[in-house]
């Protein structure tokens, strides 16, 4: 999907989650952008790349995702390889896993989830005191720990200046 085909398709739900909570809808529609791949990759819905946490509900399912730490001994249902790598002049390892994610019915359903993810987890106060600026926010998303990429706020800004053009 080209970058304005997603932005007319999922724009509406981004901007009516933005009436509701406040979020900006540039950040909301960068983060499923930059997490679905520009809408390539959302098996089940799952636009923003939100994990399940038990795995046992009927609402998840394991996909397969990249993981960044500086642990080589984190756990997943399913590891596939852990790789170091220098990111940013830093030692990471690299995974490639499988890991439960949430699903959803519809796109609309997704969205709704995702803003209320933010407000049920305390880390991201700091985040949605800064919730109209869609700058502000995605580094706050980023040092609470949204992403484990280390280059995750410079990237997502990027999508977002797209978006912001688009929209």
């Known amino acids: 999907m080209k970058p304005s085909e997603f932005v007319a398709a999922y724009g509406p739900f981004a901007k009516e989650t933005e009436a509701k909570t406040g979020i900006s809808a540039v950040a909301i529609l960068?983060?499923?952008a930059l997490e679905s791949g520009w809408g390539k990759a959302a098996p089940g819905n799952m636009f923003?790349?939100?994990k399940d946490t038990d795995g046992v509900n009927g609402n998840e399912q394991l996909l397969t995702t990249t993981e960044f730490s500086r642990r080589a001994d984190l756990?997943?249902?399913?590891?596939?390889?852990?790789?170091?790598?220098?990111?940013n002049g830093q030692k990471f390892f690299k995974y490639i896993v499988k890991d439960y994610f949430r699903k959803y019915n519809t796109p609309e359903e997704c969205f709704t989830?995702?803003?209320k993810f933010f407000?049920?987890?305390k880390r991201y106060?700091?985040?949605?005191?800064?919730?109209?600026?869609?700058?502000k926010f995605i580094d706050e998303i980023a040092k609470a720990g949204y992403a484990t990429a280390p280059d995750y706020a410079p990237l997502l800004k990027s999508v977002a200046a797209m978006i912001e053009k688009l929209l």
């Open 113 to 115: 989830d995702h803003t």
């Open 75 to 87: 756990k997943f249902p399913e590891i596939i390889s852990v790789t170091p790598v220098v990111k």
């Open 30 to 32: 960068a983060q499923a």
């Open 48 to 50: 923003f790349g939100v």
């Open 119 to 121: 407000f049920e987890n």
């Open 125 to 135: 106060a700091t985040a949605l005191s800064v919730r109209s600026d869609p700058y």
